[in-house]
């Protein structure tokens, strides 16, 4: 497995789960404590699902998640209720279609495509050095 030679620990997922109400969690954290908050929330969600197995479609997983950030599992749920950040995921899902993700991790940089799938490092290296060139 590729992520096991470039030392990435990642175990792939036994089941697919609807991530779109983590991400609308991510927003929460987003418009409550920054984009840097947001990135790394978004870190811990990754590592919860690719790494440790989380079902981050569970509200408990994912509020666990948010609370470092100082999301309570109410704003969570009340999120998730409303749907308050649908919006911003369905811009967001947009942009990475027409950028031409197509799956996870995704790579891309501005004014080119984005590259989607693990592949070896040295691929990705020449990608950006092509996007830079």
């Not at 096991?4 to 089941?15: D, L, S, Y």
């Not at 209720?81 to 940089?109: E, K, L, N, Q």
Request: aromatic content about 6%; glycine content about 10%; overall charge neutral.
């Amino acid at each position: 497995m590729l992520a096991r030679q470039v030392g990435v620990p990642i175990e792939p997922p036994r089941r697919n789960v609807n991530s779109r109400l983590a991400l609308e969690a991510g927003e929460l954290v987003r418009a409550r404590a920054g984009d840097e908050s947001s990135a790394a929330f978004h870190h811990a969600l990754s590592r919860a699902f690719f790494v440790d197995g989380g079902d981050i479609a569970d509200l408990r997983v994912v509020a666990d998640l948010a609370a470092p950030f100082g999301i309570s599992e109410d704003e969570i749920r009340a999120a998730w209720t409303s749907h308050a950040y649908a919006g911003a995921i369905d811009v967001s899902m947009r942009a990475a279609r027409a950028a031409g993700v197509t799956g996870v991790p995704a790579f891309g940089w501005a004014g080119s495509h984005a590259v989607s799938g693990m592949m070896e490092p040295q691929r990705i290296v020449a990608m950006l050095r092509g996007a830079a060139g």
